[in-house]
């Protein structure tokens, strides 16, 4: 009760418009963050006079309000070349603090469109691929080596691959000194591996949304993937310089691979391999004593009478009874 006469406090229950400066008693009340508020009609955009509420996006750039399209019009970033904003679907390339669409990322003197891994220039008048740059500097510092200490040339810049322009890389940003950090060695298992080798049999320079579809794939973060690319393609440039090195290098029917000369060979089918022993082969036959077969005969349980006589004299003719 004692609040109900404090002063202060009715002050603080007044809301004030902010457009119109009335004090605001209307049942709803818009309210702008952090802490503005507005009446339903006083808040609209002050370029196309759209009324603003809850279902729609509201700016506040130097106390007026705006649309999200005349927001972006007047203060979004702008592509360098077009001059025209971008969509939040649309691929950037970005040159230090300037951001272009991807088919605005040309030369200026022969309108090449830059692609990711060519070497450019930016310069006051515009975008310069690396041979046209060259042309221009020494034009313009006369004759000579335009690299020479001499005659210092403008630093060249290596493009990188395009990125989204809902990223937030857009906003302009202050150029620091880099740190050293440590990277991480990325092992890649064997399903990331087949999907990436799978891609690049069917395309070794796959464009923006084939990257994009790659990271939701392997879980790979786009750099990761970037430099994969380019370590394969490097690999297969360099096996293939090699192998038409050596088809060009073939006299006299011998091979010469690293410093290994020698005359090609065909393998034959595989041969029994005797030991390479100069002998005659043995034949071996089994021997029965004449012993051993009296003792047989002496444990069977019925003498064969005949059979028995028989063996009798055969060893009397042998003299071997006494």
Known sequence: ??????????????????????????QYILRVSPDLEWHAACLKCAECNQYLDESCTCFVRDGKT????????????????????????????????????IECFRCVACSRQLIPGDEFALREDGLFCRADHDVVERATMGVGDPLSPLHPARPLQMAADPI?????????????????????????????????????????RPDALMKEQLVEMTGLSPRVIRVWFQNKRCK??????????????QPNDKTNIQGMTGTP??????????????????????????????????LQSEIDQPAFQQLVSSDRREGRLY
């Open 1 to 26: 009760m004692g609040d109900m006469g404090d002063p202060q406090k009715k002050t603080r229950l007044i809301s004030l418009c902010v457009g119109c400066g009335n004090q605001i008693h209307d």
């Open 236 to 249: 297969d440039k360099k096996r293939s310089i090699l192998m038409k090195q050596l088809q060009q290098q």
């Open 66 to 101: 705006y649309c999200k399209r005349d927001y972006v019009r007047l203060y979004g970033i702008k592509c360098a070349k077009c001059n025209i904003g971008f969509s939040k679907n649309d691929f950037v390339m970005r040159a230090r603090s300037k951001v272009y669409h």
């Open 164 to 204: 989204s322009a809902r990223q937030p890389a857009l906003r302009p940003h202050v150029h620091k000194q880099p740190e050293k950090t440590t990277r991480v060695r990325t092992v890649l298992n064997e399903k990331q591996l087949h999907t990436l080798r799978t891609c690049y049999n069917a395309n070794p």
């Open 265 to 298: 060979m065909v393998a034959a089918s595989p041969e029994r391999h005797d030991g390479g022993l100069q002998a005659n082969p043995v034949e071996v036959q089994s021997y029965q004593p004449p012993w051993k077969v009296l003792s047989d005969f002496a």
